[in-house]
């Protein structure tokens, strides 16, 4: 196992970039600095400037370190080959939830990963709005602005969890009718803290690229929860398996919630 560089170097390091290039943008953006990069996918100034900056300065704090960050797999997709090296990855979203950003709201967050054979073995997600940065590494357990955190066990009956689900499982399936509440913060980050702070319950993704998930996968797994793909895998950066990943408080939860999730998908395919 590597040794993982010091949290707060890699701390100080989102919250400078968050300052100089994220915050100052926030609510201010101007047309020419927000595009599509494809129908439908929107990126930003902030997007670019915070992910070049962490590409320079991460790799450093840990000699031989490589970095797969969103906006640089739309121009090199084989860059993805990376997270099944022998190198230690750095993965990034440096803006994710762009589309929120993009319009003002609240929702939005850093994300960073250290992987290694495509096993997360470090995560920071930084919210800048509230000033939260969520911190964990592996067998270390997660952390809130230094307050450790344990993710409390859901109820037993799925008509009264609440949770994350996908915009075609909410829009195209009767799951949201199954449950007691489902959000749409259409922020992944936002999603993972709300788990471990316990806001919702449960979270379920059929698309499950690295950047998205590295980071909170681990996070959520320190905090004490139960995560799988969907087909009982256990989930690899980037290799969601068959259905996605399921994220629950505890096993008996995540099995409550296998069955439904996977009729649903079923109905769709």
Request: hydrophobic residues 40%.
């Amino acid at each position: 196992m590597i040794s993982i560089p010091p949290s707060d170097k890699i701390e100080t390091l989102i919250r400078e970039i968050t300052a100089a290039e994220i915050m100052p943008r926030f609510q201010t953006l101007s047309h020419d600095e927000k595009w599509e990069k494809r129908p439908g996918s929107i990126v930003t100034a902030a997007d670019v400037a915070a992910e070049a900056f962490l590409l320079r300065e991460l790799p450093p704090l840990l000699p031989g370190s490589v970095v797969v960050g969103e906006e640089m797999i739309e121009d090199d997709p084989a860059a993805l080959e990376l997270l099944d090296g022998d190198a230690p990855v750095w993965v990034l979203d440096a803006v994710d939830g762009t589309s929120n950003f993009a319009r003002g709201s609240e929702d939005f967050g850093v994300m960073v990963a250290l992987v290694l054979k495509r096993e997360t073995i470090g995560g920071w997600i930084f919210r800048p709005v509230d000033d939260d940065m969520y911190v964990c590494e592996k067998g270390a357990g997660a952390f809130r602005n230094g307050e450790r955190l344990r993710i409390e066990p859901s109820p037993r009956d799925m008509a009264d969890m609440e949770g994350s689900l996908g915009g075609y499982m909410r829009k195209h399936t009767d799951l949201p009718d199954q449950v007691a509440r489902v959000t749409s913060t259409r922020c992944i980050a936002v999603d993972y803290c709300a788990l471990v702070n316990g806001d919702i319950h449960f979270a379920h993704y059929r698309g499950v690229r690295a950047w998205d998930h590295a980071p909170g996968w681990l996070l959520h797994t320190e905090a004490g929860g139960y995560n799988r793909c969907l087909d009982g895998t256990p989930y690899l950066a980037g290799k969601p398996g068959e259905g996605g990943i399921l994220l629950a408080t505890d096993a008996e939860a995540w099995e409550v919630l296998q069955n439904p999730i996977q009729e649903a998908i079923a109905t769709f395919k």
